[in-house]
C-alpha cells in the first residue's frame, strides 16, 4: 500500500511539475523489473536495454503530453508500454521466433556453493521448460512469480478481466506441472 501510494506521488509530481528527480525515482523502482521482462521474452542483452530505454522514454511521454489521462496503476502502464515494444520489436524482425535453448544464457553461480549452484541450475532448467510455454503462459507466469504483481496489475497490462488472468495463471501452472513432471 505504501508502495503505490509513494507511486502515485512520484507520478503526480512528475505529471503535474516536470519534476525529473520524481522520474528518477519511478525508473529506480522499475528499471531492474522491466529490465528482467523484457530480458526473458527476447534474451539478448542489448535488444534489452534498447527496449527498456525505448521504455521509460515512452512513459515520460505518456506522463507529460496526457496529464489528463487517470493512471490506476503505474507498474500496469509500464508493463504494458513494455509488453507493446518487446511486440514491435519481433514485429521488425518479421516475425516471432522460438527462442534458441542453445542461446539461453546460464544464470550466474558462485564458485565452491553447492547448494547456489543447485539451486540456479534448477531456476535455468524451469526456465527452459516455461520457454517452451506458450506465450500466454510465459507472460502470466513471469508477472505473477518472478515480478510478483497483482492479478488485477496482470489484468491490466494484459487487457483481460482478473478471472481471465486467474484461469490463465491456473492452465500455466498445470501445464508447468506437467512438462516438468514429463523429464
Same mark, same amino acid.
Given at each position: 500500500? /505504501?508502495?503505490?501510494? !509513494?507511486?502515485?506521488?512520484? /507520478?503526480?509530481?512528475?505529471?503535474?511539475?516536470?519534476?525529473?528527480?520524481?522520474?528518477?525515482?519511478?525508473?529506480?523502482?522499475?528499471?531492474?523489473?522491466?529490465?528482467?521482462? =523484457?530480458?526473458?521474452?527476447? &534474451? &539478448?542483452?542489448?535488444?534489452?536495454?534498447?527496449? /527498456?530505454?525505448? =521504455?521509460?522514454?515512452? =512513459?515520460?511521454?505518456?506522463?507529460?503530453?496526457?496529464?489528463?489521462?487517470?493512471?490506476?496503476?503505474?507498474?500496469? *502502464?509500464?508493463?504494458?508500454?513494455?509488453? !507493446?515494444?518487446?511486440?514491435? #520489436?519481433?514485429?521488425?524482425?518479421?516475425?516471432?521466433?522460438?527462442?534458441? *535453448?542453445?542461446?539461453?544464457?546460464? *544464470?550466474?553461480?558462485?564458485? !565452491? !556453493?553447492?547448494?547456489?549452484?543447485?539451486?540456479?541450475?534448477? =531456476?535455468? %532448467?524451469?526456465?527452459?521448460?516455461?520457454?517452451?510455454?506458450? %506465450?500466454?503462459? %510465459?507472460?502470466?507466469?513471469?508477472? +505473477? #512469480?518472478?515480478?510478483? *504483481?497483482?492479478?488485477?496489475?496482470?489484468?491490466?497490462?494484459?487487457?483481460?478481466?482478473?478471472?481471465?488472468?486467474?484461469?490463465?495463471? #491456473?492452465?500455466?501452472?498445470?501445464?508447468? %506441472?506437467?512438462? /516438468?513432471? +514429463?523429464?
Amino acid at each position: 500500500m /505504501v508502495r503505490i501510494l !509513494n507511486e502515485k506521488w512520484l /507520478v503526480y509530481q512528475v505529471r503535474a511539475k516536470k519534476d525529473p528527480e520524481a522520474f528518477a525515482s519511478l525508473y529506480d523502482l522499475y528499471v531492474e523489473k522491466i529490465y528482467r521482462f =523484457v530480458y526473458f521474452k527476447i &534474451n &539478448n542483452k542489448e535488444d534489452a536495454e534498447d527496449i /527498456v530505454s525505448s =521504455v521509460f522514454l515512452k =512513459v515520460w511521454s505518456y506522463l507529460i503530453e496526457y496529464t489528463e489521462k487517470e493512471i490506476d496503476s503505474f507498474s500496469g *502502464l509500464i508493463y504494458k508500454i513494455a509488453r !507493446n515494444l518487446v511486440i514491435d #520489436h519481433y514485429r521488425e524482425k518479421g516475425k516471432i521466433k522460438k527462442e534458441d *535453448l542453445e542461446d539461453f544464457e546460464e *544464470l550466474p553461480a558462485e564458485e !565452491n !556453493n553447492y547448494e547456489t549452484v543447485a539451486t540456479n541450475m534448477e =531456476v535455468e %532448467q524451469l526456465m527452459v521448460v516455461i520457454k517452451k510455454m506458450k %506465450q500466454d503462459y %510465459q507472460e502470466v507466469l513471469l508477472l +505473477k #512469480h518472478v515480478e510478483e *504483481l497483482s492479478t488485477a496489475e496482470i489484468a491490466e497490462i494484459l487487457g483481460k478481466s482478473q478471472v481471465g488472468v486467474r484461469i490463465t495463471l #491456473h492452465r500455466a501452472i498445470k501445464k508447468l %506441472q506437467e512438462m /516438468v513432471n +514429463k523429464k
